[in-house]
Every structure is written in C-alpha cells, then in structure tokens.
C-alpha cells in the first residue's frame, strides 16, 4: 500500500501566501510524477500543477505566476507554494503521486485524503 498525507491548508486572506504539502510512504520502488489537484463546489476538479522526477513542472493558466511545486525526492514529498491568494482559489487540494510498488508491476496513481484552503477575509 502507498499512503500520502496532506498539510498545510487552512484560512488565510485574500493576497497572502499558503504551502501546502504532502509525503507519500508505504510500498514504494519507484515515483514519477507527484501534484496537486482542487475540486470546489459546482467546478470540474482540476490539476492544478504537477512535476516530474525530473523537476520538469506543469502549471494551471489560474495559479501560473503565483504558484511553486517543488519535490523532496529523498522523502518523498511534494510541496506546493501559493501566493496572491484569491477567492477562487478556496477548494479541496488533492495531491497524488504516480508510483510503483515493485520493479515488476505497473505504475499507479495514489491520492491524499484532501486538504481544505479556504481563501476569506
């Protein structure tokens, strides 16, 4: 099994900045990509940035310019930075991995249980 834990949401106001993170453990051999998806009310869940084992990184048009995804490869940890804060960006952050519990078998997406950021005055 591959577990992931979230941290790092909450309230914060309009224009400041939150990170939140998330470290996968369990049966791992092997990860790829890690990210972040949302999901609010009323709106198709959306990625919302991811990066490769590479650190090649992938961003959503909404948070692009105001958003880092960064990875802690030795731990197995992704974090995403998100400053300039809106309204819009209040939602369920979800992060998933791409791993591999063995060299022999495929690779599958595992998700956090979901971190709620919520973006008032």
């Known amino acids: 099994q591959v577990q992931l834990v979230e941290s790092g949401g909450g309230l914060v106001q309009p224009g400041g900045s939150l990170i939140v993170s998330c470290s996968a453990s369990?049966?791992?051999?092997?990860?790829?990509?890690m990210g972040w998806h949302r999901h609010s009310p009323g709106k198709q869940r959306e990625l919302v940035a991811q990066?490769?084992?590479?650190?090649?990184?992938n961003y959503a048009d909404s948070v692009k310019g105001r958003s880092t995804i960064s990875r802690d490869n030795a731990n197995n940890t992704v974090f995403l930075q998100m400053n300039s804060l809106k309204p819009e960006d209040t939602a369920v952050y979800y992060c998933?991995?791409?791993?591999?519990?063995?060299?022999?078998?495929?690779?599958?997406?595992?998700w956090g249980q979901g971190t709620q950021v919520t973006v008032s005055s």
């Open positions: 990066i490769t084992s590479t650190g090649y990184t």
């Open positions: 998933y991995v791409y791993a591999w519990r063995d060299i022999s078998s495929g690779g599958s997406n595992y």
């Open positions: 369990g049966s791992i051999f092997s990860i790829s990509s």
